[in-house]
């Protein structure tokens, strides 16, 4: 990163007044960059099952599939991100790298859309006989979805710790996290409905360049704000490293017996915080200690460590450790978001089997319909930071943790699926009811709305969860790892958008509740497998943080805003 290192030492020298303003400055330049990328992002994504299935002729549970893969790969790809962000490039490069790419694949996209070539011949009225895409249209499909994947995914969680950095207090940094959820899930919401709607009703070619214009303002707006935000220090190596090198000295080093002594143990001399966090290495893991035992030969004259794959610092081990007594939490997350991507991905086909009409002349598109998640998740966020928070830190001696506001959001992803699951058994009594079955085009006579309790619920569980997640992650993890601690939590949804599908090819060869025309199939069972997985996964989840102690108890995550 071009004068990175200038850039900090300057900050560093700043007042603590003006630290802490810093955070407030880079705010619009962070926001209004966020705003841009998501309303591109939500642009090509909301509706992509639809455009699978009109432009390039897929079956519904096919392009539902393809659907979980690229959001799956927008998920998963900021861990990347992150660990690039950490080990080299830092934030900003990340960012703005992403971005360009982001931007070649949208535009790709809209070449799809633009030129016939690239996609197979439409379907005729009523035919059941529709022309498969060739390789070569394919190939050129996925590359652009790649793209625009990759793009999204090393830009969307990478934002979010550097725009967090730029703040000192943890109250602020948590603040900060709310407001950045609030824009992603706002703007997304803007896109599933102004976006898609261009794309329903004008053409998909307007759409796709509609969204790839955002994209290019995001980036104009992000490198503006360059000279204002202070940068995270370069690690001068990757911390994974690191942490591989703890493993490794451990294991050689598993049989020599340990002390209690300080002076046994190797701390950083050039780290002062390693001098104060902890003097010898904690009694968890205890055989992980070793790797900071010095033995014989394990540094050199002047003090400093001879191999560093023999020998650790006490702070690499604990970071270590710290990781190993977050994983059990982090694993909760895996069964909470394939819940909610199975309604992600079964959202649209129940919506194109259902009315849609408001009035005689208006049609909500079916991918629009994401958009009530998006505005209850920013309804509930907007409770929670203006009121609820507050009202609890002026009224009572009790303040939402993180860990509870996660716990809040599992029991309300439960009663999602089971009001998803009785919803969905209505809509086929109807379906039965006018003997629609076997009919591939049939509509059941039943509105849309039906479908609005469940989304309700869905988004306002979202908003305790969503940024609970970002922002325990961003307080628990090692220092050297914050660029990639708010990534875990897009891998576990990246994972689950995977796990999503295997649970839709189990239930497919298993049973007859997903077939391609859903009137035909028992869809409302699969969501009462999801609410029974959820269940199980919420016990787990309330064992397993009864027995967390945070890390950082200095400062309450949700006082009272300072004025």
């Known amino acids: 990163m071009?004068?990175?290192?200038?850039?900090?030492?300057?900050?560093?020298m700043q007042s603590s007044s003006g630290r802490k303003n810093g955070g407030w400055i880079t705010f619009p330049f962070t926001i209004a960059t966020m705003a841009g990328l998501s309303l591109a992002a939500g642009g090509w994504m909301s509706n992509l099952i639809v455009f699978l299935i009109n432009e390039y002729n897929m079956k519904s549970i096919a392009a539902a599939k393809v659907f979980n893969l690229v959001n799956g790969l927008t998920t998963i790809f900021p861990i990347v991100g992150g660990i690039i962000a950490d080990s080299y490039l830092g934030c900003f490069s990340v960012i703005w790298i992403s971005s360009l790419i982001s931007a070649l694949g949208i535009l790709l996209l809209s070449l799809t859309a633009v030129i016939n070539a690239l996609r197979p011949l439409a379907c005729g009225d009523g035919s059941n006989f529709c022309t498969s895409p060739s390789t070569n249209q394919y190939v050129f499909l996925y590359v652009a979805l790649a793209l625009a994947s990759i793009g999204v995914g090393g830009t969307r969680f990478t934002i979010a710790p550097m725009g967090a950095y730029q703040f000192d207090k943890p109250k602020h940094q948590a603040m900060f996290f709310d407001?950045?959820?609030?824009?992603?899930?706002?703007?997304?919401?803007?896109s599933t409905a102004f976006i898609v709607y261009v794309e329903d009703n004008v053409s998909w070619a307007w759409g796709y360049g509609i969204s790839l214009a955002c994209n290019v303002l995001g980036l104009a707006i992000f490198l503006a704000g360059k000279r204002f935000y202070r940068h995270v220090k370069e690690q001068g190596g990757s911390p994974f490293v690191n942490l591989a090198r703890v493993i490794v000295a451990a294991i050689q080093k598993w049989r020599v017996p340990l002390s209690e002594q300080t002076q046994h143990y190797y701390h950083d001399a050039s780290d002062k915080t390693t001098l104060t966090t902890s003097p010898i290495p904690t009694k968890f893991f205890k055989f992980m200690n070793s790797a900071a035992f010095i033995t014989e030969g394990d540094t050199k004259p002047d003090g400093s460590i001879n191999n560093p794959w023999r020998l650790c610092t006490v702070q690499q081990v604990e970071d270590f450790k710290s990781l190993i007594k977050l994983f059990p939490l982090w694993a909760s997350g895996l069964l909470i978001s394939t819940q909610l991507v199975m309604q992600l991905s079964l959202l649209t086909l129940q919506a194109l089997k259902m009315d849609r009409h408001m009035g005689p002349h208006f049609e909500i598109p079916a991918g629009s319909m994401l958009v009530f998640i998006l505005l209850f998740t920013c309804i509930a966020i907007s409770i929670i930071d203006r009121l609820l928070n507050p009202f609890l830190a002026k009224y009572t001696r009790f303040s939402l943790t993180t860990l509870q506001r996660i716990g809040i959001g599992h029991?309300?992803?439960?009663?999602?699926?089971?009001?998803?699951?009785?919803?969905?058994?209505?809509?086929?009594?109807?379906?039965r009811s006018h003997q629609l079955q076997g009919q591939k085009d049939a509509i059941a006579p039943m509105s849309v709305f039906w479908l609005l309790p469940q989304l309700a619920i869905n988004g306002i569980g979202e908003g305790f969860h969503f940024p609970g997640h970002i922002a325990f992650y961003y307080q628990e993890f090692p220092t050297s790892l914050k660029n990639t601690s708010t990534a875990m939590v897009?891998?576990?949804?990246?994972?689950?958008?995977y796990l999503g599908n295997v649970l839709i090819n189990l239930v497919q060869r298993q049973s007859g509740w997903l077939p391609d025309n859903i009137n035909d199939g028992r869809m409302d069972n699969v969501f009462w497998v999801c609410c029974t997985l959820g269940s199980v996964n919420f016990i787990y989840f309330l064992v397993v943080s009864s027995l967390y102690k945070y890390k950082n108890m200095d400062s309450k995550p949700y006082d009272v805003p300072s004025k």
Do not use: K, P
């Open 411 to 431: 029991a309300l992803t439960i009663a999602c699926m089971a009001c998803s699951a009785l919803v969905e058994s209505r809509r086929l009594g109807v379906v």
């Open 2 to 12: 071009e004068n990175s290192a200038s850039h900090v030492d300057e900050v560093e």
């Open 490 to 497: 897009s891998l576990f949804i990246g994972i689950a958008f």
């Open 179 to 190: 407001w950045y959820i609030f824009i992603f899930y706002l703007c997304w919401a803007l």
